[in-house]
């Protein structure tokens, strides 16, 4: 299994970039590939990404 890191600005609120990422991540194969994605900001709770698909912790977290 291959691992794959995403690293981007953020996750949390599925609009243009982010949810365009968001749809080609939900359709990799997840037996052939181990995904994490990196957000270096969160803005909020929500996320649009499949339960398979490990959020590592952010760098800035701006929701505290």
Known sequence: MKKL?????SMSHGYGTEKSLADILNR???TKYSI????????????ILNSNIKVLDSLIDYTA
């Open 36 to 47: 994490d994605v990196l957000p270096l900001f969160k803005n909020s709770e929500s996320n």
């Open 5 to 9: 890191l995403f690293i981007t600005w």
């Open 28 to 30: 990799i194969d997840i």
